[in-house]
């Protein structure tokens, strides 16, 4: 079973696991409640890059780690 976000490449069900992981880790590292405005654009920020290909939960965990950092600095500063 498929489903198509609005990506180019389908998200399968079986691979819906790294995504509800990274998931949950970054919001639990940013204390981020899984359901607020901002957890939900983590979850579409995943949903985009895993559907451009980069499906490694390291790599995804680094990107977004990057990405939230980045966004942090520049509410702080």
Known sequence: ???????EQPIF???L???RIVFSQLCEEH???TTS????G???ELVRLFQTGIKDETVLMV???AKLNHRL???VG
Do not use: D, V, Y
């Open 1 to 7: 079973m498929k489903f198509r976000i609005g990506g």
């Open 13 to 15: 069900t079986e691979e």
């Open 17 to 19: 696991g790294t995504l």
């Open 31 to 33: 204390e981020i409640p």
């Open 37 to 40: 405005g901002e957890a939900g």
């Open 42 to 44: 983590i979850a579409s």
């Open 63 to 65: 990107l977004m780690r």
């Open 73 to 75: 600095a520049q509410s």
